[in-house]
């Protein structure tokens, strides 16, 4: 498995653990609860850090176990791993613009921000799930 | 895995008859990563023409003698 299709099967499992973590932060208050006392911001704004943060973590503890390659020379991104980017990116890209209708048409009905705020972060959340889970299944059955 | 391209190589004999050059010797010389390399073997991916002519010219053979797409 090349370096980047480790970084990349950590970046999926850390978004799938920031989603379980942030559902289970919101989810809970809806029952009891009004929407529009739901403090959610902070949360997304930590979720959305804490991502990043285990990514690079996860990057640099990946870097130091696996420095391989001839002479020591780290093993970078070469042209198929560009391709596998491009192609997920293509096709993420086309569901996250998808996805951005429903909080369009949230925002027009004047629908509250809580819902469209979680609405966009969801799509954002899943957006990426879906560019990683592609990643991974290219890398492992080829293009 | 099924393969992902339909264009069949003969990187391993090659490698072979190179005096045993291994999949990392030859990522060094085509400059990619050994990964890739694999996965070129393996049929799961079709090198780019310039890293198809790096891996001709690393066995010092014409690129037909590497790759073959079936009629």
Known sequence: MSYLEKINISALIGMALIIAWYASAIVPQLDNVPVEEIS????MIIAIIAHVVFVIGASILIAIKDRNGLNGKFESGDERDRRLEVRADAIGGNILSALIVPSLIMLMMDVQAFWIANALFLSLALTAMLS????????RRGI | MGKATKITNDIRRLRFEADEMT???LARQVDVTRQTIIA???GRYSPSLEVAFKIARAFKVPLEAVFEFPA
């Open chain 1, 40 to 43: 959610y911001g902070k949360k």
């Open chain 1, 132 to 139: 990683f889970v592609i990643k991974a299944i290219d890398y």
């Open chain 2, 23 to 25: 999949q990392a010797e």
């Open chain 2, 40 to 42: 070129i073997e393996q």
